[in-house]
């Protein structure tokens, strides 16, 4: 929902902490920067409601794909603001894939329809393509895994790339996936707040699943209101903290 919630005046929603400020989630992977000679690469993972701010936040220039874990609103909802760097991409090598699951690319059919449908006449609408998420997918070069995660009753998709791995609006982590997330140094995993949710990770649950993986370090994201960045941080164990808007880590690819 975004913190500050709204209608909430609750002692998070009201913090002056600017960590306490949460857009909805969404992960950026970023390689080949001007400082190692290259051009840029880009890949996004979601595009929510607050896409557009997060992109200007960032410094977002281009996007050469796009990876969408599930379609619920708060990982959607952004899409059409690729618009713009869209055309840019259209010019140079054609419409950004936006790779997504059969369950997710029809959700994304029906609300984008004016995008989407063949019969779509809108002439600046985003050049952009649906493509089929496999189990690995290519983007210049580095391989994204999809990771099956459970949120509710439902499997979505998380990503392992490289070193890392973002897993977000998890209920429970399937057995075959704990084998694709050995050997990790960064694993972002959502939790939402203590209290127990049918479809979304208590604190504890990812705790556990943490100390389970073993990364070294491991980033709480998809957090509600209940949870305070301070006073949180202070009662994780090593290596586990709340993730906070505009977070980077260095990666290996
Ligand atoms: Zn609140
Ligand atoms: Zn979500």
Known sequence: MG?????????????????????????????????????????????GP????????????RVDAVLYTHAHADHILGMDDLRPLSFAAFRESGPIPLYA??????????VYDYTFSPQATYSHRARVQLEPLGDRTRVHGVEF?????????????????????YLTDVSAIPEQSFGLLEGLEHLVLSALRHKPHPSHATVEQALGWARRIGARHTWLTH????????????????????????????VTL
Do not use: K
Request: aromatic share 4%.
């Open 50 to 61: 607050d896409f557009r701010e997060q992109a200007l936040r960032a410094g977002l220039m």
């Open 223 to 250: 957090i509600a209101h209940e949870l305070g960045h301070e006073e949180t941080n202070r009662t994780l164990p090593d290596g586990v903290r709340l993730a906070y808007d505009g977070q980077s880590v260095a």
């Open 101 to 110: 699951s059969p369950e997710t690319a029809e959700v994304l059919r029906h």
């Open 145 to 165: 895994l999809r990771v099956p995660v459970l949120h509710g009753e439902m499997e979505i998709a998380g990503f392992r790339f490289g070193n890392a791995a």
């Open 3 to 47: 913190v500050p919630t709204l209608g909430c005046t609750c002692a998070v929603c009201t913090s002056a902490d600017p960590h306490d400020r949460r857009l909805r989630p969404s992960a950026l992977v970023r390689w080949n920067g001007p400082e190692d000679g290259g051009p840029e690469r880009v890949v996004v993972i979601d595009t």
